[in-house]
């Protein structure tokens, strides 16, 4: 908000003297705080930093001692420059030890060559401050009524980061924890550069508390988060020494220092973070009620705890009609669940992990601009049934749903092919689509078995449909069906029951090498790592104990199977 004495030296008043810096010049970018015109030599004592000091040098010391020690006094003070006007005590220039000691300590020292009105130099001085804070004001007010009406209207994230870079006239950036970035606007200049390696650029910012600058990296920064949760930092990037051409301001710019950003940008970044903090608890509560409705209702379509009428007409209210349309229930999961424990949602760790999952099924049926209920199904999935108006729009849909949740969720995969690979991969399947809300379980139920067996799989598919699960999956959604474990009884209990008066042979282990090999018994005998002659006497046996031919395809195929479904059965 203030000037500095460069600055200063350029106002009319002070041109009009024939200023002359004779010392201290390193130092003309300090602010000037306010003006004081004085003509004692004590005048250090009544100062308390940042004044510009004007004397006609009348009352200062006439030895150089004094002048040395008035010049000391004022330096120490801190005030920001010394102008001395000639004629009345200097005819042509200030004394040599003043210049002396005022470069010494770096003191800005000025001489007006001509005599000059100090009552117009304070007044225009004055004036240029006090327009300057006013014009910081006029800008905070701007600034506050500007994220108030965004949080007001609920603005999403992208909305609140191009407003913040339109106000400051420079880049903003929005990050989440892991230096990714959310959401950005370039502010006209190239959005390539600007993000280009931009974790390990933003790794280099150093942070010195919420909210600082880093004048290095020419990032001034703030952290957003609220209730002792922090999740991003928004950056925003100042190019050092003044206000650039496009913010708004520019036109009445006020002068700043050099190093540091002026205050109303320190304000605009923390605004837009509380704006942005705010909008995120908001939509979180309000998503969070809106996600107890729905799983309300998807509980009680899967458990018949309410009636089918009464369901539509609650799904109906809530904005999402079911009735006449086109269901398809679809079940996303995490493929592996070691992150989070045994379960996704077992711990509060797996709960927040499957909250965040939750939310981004939510929002991909909004990004796609499909009508659903969705919400958790249970500790490992998260439900959703989609109500489309015909039955040819399915194919569509479901490639529009799991294209938006790959864009939304951050752990998606770079390539289209593997959309969900990696740690945080998640499955998305897919039921048959049914015509009523009665049927609707039968799709959901579907679409979460299928999610189930998918796990087991090697296959990465954008959307999981019954056909594409394979044996195993096909197996694995048979787990609990009586006649399926009968079946693995009668094939290789016998074995089962060896095995378990004999541990140290484990003869099931060798049975598995076996067919896994595709009965190719030398390459099996070196997987298991037996001799071949102890590996053919173990087949002996297990034919004798099962009484099958291990040469035969029909009945190794069926023992196939049945370690599949052994397996299936175990894994269930």
Known sequence: ????????????????????????AAGLDRLVRWVHAAEVPDIAALLSGGELVLTTGIGLPGDDAGLRAFIGELADVGVSGLLVELGRRYPAAVPRAMVTAAQHRNLPLVELCRVTPFVRITEAVHALIVDAQL???????????????????????????????LLAGCPVVLENLSRQVLGYDPAGESAELLLRGWEQHSRRIRPTGRTGYDPDAGWLYTTVGARGQDWGRLLLRWPTGELPARAPWSATRTPSSPSTPPTRLTILVERAASTLALGRLIRRDAEGLERQIHR??????????????????????????????????????YRADDAAGPAAGSSPAGQARLRDLAEAVGQALREAELSGLASTLDDQAVGAVLALRDAGE????????????????????????????????????????????????????????????ARRGRQDLPVFRLP??????????L???????????????????????????????????????GRNK??????????????????????????????????CLSLHVALLALDAVRDG
């Open 1 to 24: 908000m203030f000037p500095t004495v460069r600055e200063v030296l350029a106002l009319d008043p002070v041109r009009h003297g024939g200023p002359r810096v004779v010392a201290g």
């Open 135 to 165: 014009t910081e004001l006029r800008a905070t007010e701007e600034i506050h009524q500007r994220f108030t009406e965004l949080s007001v209207e609920g603005a999403e994230p992208a909305e609140v980061v191009r407003q913040a870079a």
């Open 296 to 333: 309300t209702l998807l509980t009680a379509l899967l458990d018949h705890t309410r009636p089918v009428d009464e369901v539509a007409l609650r799904a109906r209210a809530l904005g999402v009609p079911l009735d006449r349309r086109h269901l398809v229930g679809v079940v996303v999961r």
């Open 394 to 453: 399915e194919e569509n849909a479901l490639a529009a749903f799991a294209t938006a949740l790959g864009r939304v969720r951050l752990d998606a995969a770079p390539t289209p092919t593997r959309p969900y690979a990696g740690p945080g991969a998640v499955i998305v399947a897919a039921g048959s689509g049914v015509g009523t809300v009665a049927e609707a379980r039968r799709s959901l139920t579907e679409a979460r078995q299928v999610a189930d067996a």
């Open 468 to 477: 594409q699960v394979g044996l195993a999956g096909l197996l694995h959604l």
């Open 479 to 517: 787990r609990d069906e009586p006649r399926l474990q009968t079946f693995v009884e009668r094939e290789l209990g016998p074995l089962l029951a060896h095995d378990a008066e004999h541990p140290r042979e484990q003869l099931l282990g060798t049975l598995r090498g076996y067919l896994d090999s």
């Open 522 to 555: 030398s390459a099996a005998a070196a997987a298991v790592h037996l001799s071949r002659p102890a590996f053919y006497e173990r087949l002996a046996r297990i034919s004798r104990i099962l009484r099958v031919d291990l040469d035969s395809v029909d009945d």
